[in-house]
Every structure is written in C-alpha cells, then in structure tokens.
C-alpha cells in the first residue's frame, strides 16, 4: 500500500469520528437548552474535539497535497 493510499484509508475513520463529534455537539446543545448543569463540561469537551478534528482535517490535507 502506498503512503497516498493509506492517508485516504482513513477518510473513514476520520468520518466517524466526526459524527461522534456532531452528535456530542447535539447533546451539548440539548443539554444547555434544558439548563443541565453538565452542559459546559460537554460544551468544553465539544469544542475540544473540533479543534483536534479541524487539525486533523489540515494535517491529512498537507500530507496529501505533498504526494
């Protein structure tokens, strides 16, 4: 396998990991709605998570460009 095709193959991986994302943004969202006290925890794990799944997003992107 080529260095290129093992990047691609973790499109998927990276897909789940951005719906677990988007649902626990859902739940964030629900929670602060209801005026749970847990809300700004999950608001901070949230956005966390974003920034790490942005980072990934850019970093596969240059490994990508490179080839």
């Known amino acids: 396998m080529t260095y290129q095709e ?3 193959s973790l499109e998927e991986p990276v897909s789940r990991i951005s719906g677990g994302i ?3 943004g859902v739940m ?3 929670l602060s709605l209801a005026g749970d ?3 700004a925890g999950f608001n901070a794990v949230w ?3 974003i920034d790490a799944e942005r980072d990934i997003q850019t ?3 240059a490994c990508l460009d490179t080839q």
């Open 6 to 8: 093992l990047l691609l």
């Open 22 to 24: 988007n649902a626990i």
């Open 28 to 30: 964030t969202m629900g």
């Open 37 to 39: 006290p847990y809300a």
């Open 47 to 49: 956005n966390y998570l």
């Open 59 to 61: 970093r596969l992107a």
